[in-house]
């Protein structure tokens, strides 16, 4: 269905896996205690990152872990990599950072390489419950870094924050929405905690000794979220993102509109020319299988027609104006009503899904219970 094109812009993400100390409810791919594999890691990542040349990058979002964690040295090493990139003009870059630790040296390094845009973790402005999260910095290392973050020129910052926390009220999440859009970030991302196997978190919950909002607060949560931001010039373009006009992440659009990306680093996933792999979460690994010339690419899987049209709909529905059927006509050659007509008919008839001038969204309720409505496009096998 699809073949290699070097001309058609990809997404590049780039994995940082290094963490100056877990947090309490993470899963992800990310390490503390590793620092002495920093430089090691940064020159076999810089290694990969040149062997994309030939593409054109359109947007580069560098994620983690806490990609600011690293130092200075083993930065320097990634920048002169991505020198070496076919960026178009109007790139989006984005780092993820964590407040504490960044400092205006970094900021001003970052701003050099050509990074426009920054996704700060903050969670909450309670320092009590950024302790129960197991986050690093208190409130103040976050306000500090938000503004040294502008002192540097950057017009472009997300801010994270999350609800149905452990001991977290209403009227925490408010203050926290509150004190948030008082600093006017041109992009707001509001997450649900999910307790994830493997985590402490998940630990403690089994012990029944977290503390978390019932769903019925955690509905509230997340409907408060929405108004109130909707009043405050936040239009929410997917499920758990907010931001004011144009301000859209433009890297996080291409995986929810199935468009193509390239990983780079430990743990990185892609998909380009319809086919996805993914690299090895160990640190010790990547190096090793990079520093060999070894492939690096595992799980190399050919997306089929049927799994390319299950992701566009699952991803695309995380999107609030949904999907457009022309788009799905023009990919895959087949009418959706063809493909999806029970689906489809049960969800409008359950006012879940709304159809209206070529397109088909989540209705409110259906965003409440969107896992189960994405889940439900998943086709037979006999399609």
């Keep these: 269905m699809y073949s290699e094109n070097t001309n058609k812009e990809v997404g590049l993400y780039i994995h940082i896996p290094f963490c100056k100390q877990k947090?309490?409810?993470c899963d992800f791919p990310?390490?503390?205690g590793k620092e002495s594999?920093?430089?090691?890691?940064a020159k076999a990542l810089a290694k990969e990152i040149k062997s994309i040349t030939h593409r054109k990058i359109g947007t580069i979002f560098i994620g983690g872990g806490t990609p600011t964690y690293l130092n200075m040295e083993g930065w320097n090493i990634i920048k002169e990599s991505i020198k070496e990139l076919n960026k178009v003009e109007d790139i989006e870059f984005s780092v993820e950072m964590n407040p504490g630790t960044v400092d205006k040296e970094k900021l001003r390094f970052l701003k050099s390489m050509g990074v426009n845009r920054l996704s700060i973790g903050l969670q909450a402005w309670q320092n009590k419950l950024l302790k129960k999260l197991g986050r690093i910095h208190e409130i103040k290392d976050f306000i500090e870094a938000y503004n040294e973050a502008r002192e540097e020129g950057f017009d472009n910052i997300n801010i994270d924050i999350m609800f149905g926390l452990p001991d977290q009220t209403m009227e925490d999440l408010k203050e926290t929405l509150e004190k948030v859009v008082k600093l006017n970030p041109e992009h707001i991302s509001c997450y649900s905690l999910i307790i994830e196997e493997g985590t402490i978190f998940n630990k403690l919950y089994d012990e029944e000794k977290l503390n978390v909002p019932t769903e019925d607060i955690e509905r509230d949560m997340y409907s408060y979220c929405i108004k109130f931001l909707k009043d405050r010039g936040y239009s929410q373009y997917e499920i758990s993102n907010f931001s004011k006009e144009g301000?859209?992440?433009r890297h996080n659009l291409i995986y929810w509109d199935l468009k193509e990306y390239i990983g780079c680093g430990s743990a990185a996933h892609s998909y380009i020319d319809g086919t996805r792999y993914r690299h090895t979460?160990?640190?010790?690994?990547?190096?090793?299988?990079m520093n060999n010339d070894k492939d690096i690419k595992?799980?190399?899987?050919?997306?089929?027609?049927?799994?390319?049209?299950e992701e566009f709909m699952f991803m695309g529905l995380r999107k609030i104006k949904g999907i457009s059927t022309y788009e799905f006509k023009r990919r895959f050659n087949k009418n959706i009503i063809d493909v999806y007509k029970n689906t489809i008919n049960k969800y409008l008839e359950n006012n879940l899904l709304i159809m209206d001038k070529g397109r088909i969204c989540l209705s409110p309720r259906g965003i409440e219970v969107s896992?189960?409505?994405m889940c439900d496009f998943i086709l037979e096998e006999s399609k």
């Design 247 to 249: 301000r859209e992440c």
């Design 371 to 373: 896992n189960s409505v």
């Design 23 to 25: 947090c309490l409810y």
């Design 298 to 309: 595992m799980d190399l899987h050919k997306n089929s027609l049927k799994e390319d049209m």
């Design 37 to 41: 594999l920093m430089l090691d890691y």
């Design 281 to 289: 979460e160990s640190v010790e690994k990547y190096i090793e299988t």
């Design 30 to 32: 990310s390490f503390c």
